[in-house]
C-alpha cells in the first residue's frame, strides 16, 4: 500500500501558485520524499525529491515541516500544460516505489 | 526523452500469442522495473530487478515473465494473456541507492 496521502483532484487558473499537501504519517527515518507528473498515456516524471526543509529547482519547490509527516509541493505560476497528475512518495533506496492514486491537477485558462 | 526506452510502443494481441516487451536504458542504473497502470487506476509494481537479480515479484501472475540479460536490457514476455491484462506496461530505471526513478514512454497492450 502507498504510504502517503494527498488530495484526489484540484483545481486552478493560470498564472496561479498551486499547493498540493502530501501526508506521510509513517515516514521512516531512511526514506526521502519524491514527486512525479504524470501526463496521460506517458510515464511518470520526476519533478522533486527532498529530505527535510526547503527543496528548490527550475519547476517547482518542495516544503517539509520538521516532523516531515507531511509535505507540499509548489508550483509557481502553472500554465495549461501543467494538467496532469502529480504523485507524492516515500521510499528510500531499500524499499519500493509504490504509487499511490496521485491528485489530479486541472488548469484553466 | 528521459534515457529509458521502451518498445513497442503499442501492441494488440490474441489470447493465445506470444509476445515480449523490451526496455532499454543507457543511464548506467543498476536497477529496473516494470509496472502496469490500468485505465484511471494508480501504477502497480510488478517486478524489480537489482543488478540483474529480480528482488520483487509483486504476485504477478506466471503468464507474464520477465528477463534481465544485463543492467541495460530488461524484457516482459507474454503468454495467453487475458483482455483484463490490456494496460500501459511502464519501464523504469534508477540506482540502487539513487531514488530518483526514470521511466520510459510505456507500452499499450491490447489483448482480443
Known amino acids: 500500500l502507498a504510504k502517503t496521502t494527498q488530495p484526489i483532484s484540484m483545481d486552478s487558473y493560470e498564472g496561479q501558485e498551486v499547493n498540493i499537501t502530501c501526508s506521510h504519517n509513517n515516514i521512516a527515518t531512511n526514506d526521502y520524499i519524491t514527486w512525479y507528473q504524470q501526463f496521460p498515456s506517458q510515464g511518470p516524471r520526476f519533478i522533486i525529491q527532498g529530505y527535510k526543509t526547503k527543496v528548490t529547482n527550475e519547476v517547482a519547490s518542495l516544503f517539509i515541516p520538521a516532523d516531515r509527516k507531511s509535505s507540499t509541493l509548489s508550483l509557481p505560476r502553472v500554465s495549461l500544460s501543467d494538467t496532469a497528475v502529480y504523485y507524492c512518495?516515500?521510499?528510500?533506496?531499500?524499499?519500493?516505489?509504490?504509487f499511490g492514486s496521485g491528485t489530479r491537477l486541472s488548469i484553466r485558462p | 526523452e528521459t534515457g529509458v526506452t521502451q518498445t513497442p510502443r503499442h501492441l494488440v494481441m490474441g489470447m493465445t500469442n506470444k509476445k515480449s516487451l523490451k526496455c532499454e536504458q543507457h543511464l548506467g542504473h543498476n536497477a529496473m522495473y516494470w509496472y502496469k497502470q490500468s485505465a484511471k487506476k494508480p501504477l502497480e509494481l510488478m517486478f524489480v530487478?537489482?543488478?540483474?537479480?529480480?528482488?520483487e515479484n509483486n504476485s504477478v501472475p506466471s503468464r507474464f515473465s520477465p528477463e534481465c540479460p544485463n543492467s541495460s536490457h530488461l524484457f516482459l514476455h507474454l503468454h495467453t494473456l487475458q483482455p483484463e491484462d490490456s494496460a500501459l506496461y511502464l519501464c523504469?530505471?534508477?540506482?540502487?541507492?539513487?531514488?530518483?526513478?526514470?521511466f520510459g514512454q510505456g507500452t499499450r497492450l491490447t489483448v482480443v
Open positions: 512518495l516515500v521510499y528510500s533506496s531499500a524499499s519500493k516505489i509504490i
Open positions: 530487478y537489482n543488478f540483474k537479480e529480480q528482488t
Open positions: 523504469a530505471s534508477s540506482q540502487v541507492t539513487n531514488t530518483e526513478a526514470f
